[in-house]
């Protein structure tokens, strides 16, 4: 079996895959999951079961919805100032990648984004820190990992107004407060459950101040109201996340998969330090545990290390095209074996070409 190092869509459990095809054959009385009605109790039982999921393995506290949308991270970069934003306001912003620049761009839709900082001048190779966030602003939005470029943050930046955060990349990969958001989203396809859903935490007393007229669909309020079913949800996605976050909470949740994070991160960056054939892409201070972006010190052996790679089962290493080089992706679902794998093979590769 190759070591699947993809960004996302991305590796999941072998025993999630096992299941939810058995059920796409028989979810119930020889009935499919693909054919049964979202409206039908067993599916009522399954949103119920993924929502208190969720809740359980990141402490949800009262006050917060849990919401299983549609639309990918990037409809949260529009839906976010359509909710929050009033007329007129302005919200700020942390530039600190393509997600979180494109997140900026939606919002002149809606009002205007005031970027505290940005390091798009150095290709996003760190994360822009002693910024002001003011006080007036309608909410301060960051992405807490950022995928393309492997760096992560980890400190919840101090400030008074709302915060929201786009955590695609890093969610139930560490221990976070959700008191502390007012807003927490992220694209399923990493470490919850397949592409086509959603996860949205709002704190309900945000929403509702912003006098604007919103579109039912865009409305969060139209969701919460309708349980996540306020039309057909994306039925297969949600059950497939609901069995990849039953795995999760039998591995003893969050905590322990931080446990494992830590360490696989610890790992491999320590060979990236050691081996003289490669380096790290970004600051040391923001090394991403989900994304590990490395280059080679000579660019002119990237092409035999990827086909090297390649040829000894591994997926998925490629960098992103605007960073170039590798990344490798380490999400919840990877194996510390195969990542050992992975060291093993860039050793190998420096005896190749000492
Ligand atoms: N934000 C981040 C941090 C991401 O990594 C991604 C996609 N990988 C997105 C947003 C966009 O997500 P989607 O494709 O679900 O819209």
């Known amino acids: 079996m190759r070591h699947n190092f993809g960004a996302g869509p991305c590796i999941l459990p072998q025993e999630v895959f096992k299941q939810a095809s058995a059920a796409v054959l028989d979810f119930k009385d020889g009935l499919s999951i693909l054919e049964i009605s979202h409206r039908s109790p067993e599916f009522d039982g399954v949103v119920e079961e993924t929502v208190k999921l969720v809740k359980e393995l990141l402490n949800v506290p009262s006050g917060y919805s849990v919401l299983l949308l549609q639309g990918g991270a990037s409809l949260q970069f529009s839906m976010v100032p359509q909710n929050l934003l009033p007329e007129g306001g302005t919200a700020a912003y942390l530039d600190s990648g393509v997600w979180a620049s494109k997140a900026i761009k939606e919002v002149k839709h809606f009002g205007k984004a005031h970027v505290v900082a940005s390091s798009k001048d150095a290709n996003y190779t760190f994360i822009p820190k002693d910024y002001v966030i003011p006080e007036d602003s309608a909410y301060f939005h960051y992405t807490s990992n950022n995928t393309i470029y492997g760096t992560e943050l980890f400190e919840l930046p101090v400030t008074k107004v709302p915060v929201v955060c786009d955590m695609s990349s890093d969610i139930m990969s560490r221990e976070i407060d959700v008191a502390k958001y007012d807003i927490i989203y992220a694209g399923a396809q990493k470490n919850i459950g397949p592409a086509g859903l959603t996860l949205v935490i709002i704190k309900d007393e945000i929403l509702g101040k912003t006098g604007r007229s919103i579109p039912s669909m865009l409305d969060y309020k139209s969701h919460i109201d309708g349980g996540s079913m306020y039309n057909t949800p ?89 960073v170039g080089g590798f990344r490798a992706s380490m999400y919840n679902a990877l194996p510390i074996t195969s990542v050992h794998a992975l060291i093993d093979l860039m050793q190998s590769f420096e005896e190749k070409h000492k």
């Open 234 to 322: 994306p039925v297969f996605s949600i059950y497939t996340a609901m069995l990849n976050l039953r795995w999760l909470k039998s591995k003893g949740g969050v905590a322990e998969m931080e446990k494992e994070n830590i360490a696989k991160a610890r790992a491999l960056y320590a060979e990236i330090d050691r081996n003289p054939l490669f380096k790290g892409a970004c600051a040391v201070e923001d090394r991403s545990r989900m994304n590990v972006c490395f280059v080679m010190e000579d660019p002119e052996l990237e092409k035999p290390f990827a086909k090297y790679a390649d040829e000894n089962g591994f997926e998925g290493l490629k960098g992103h095209r605007s």
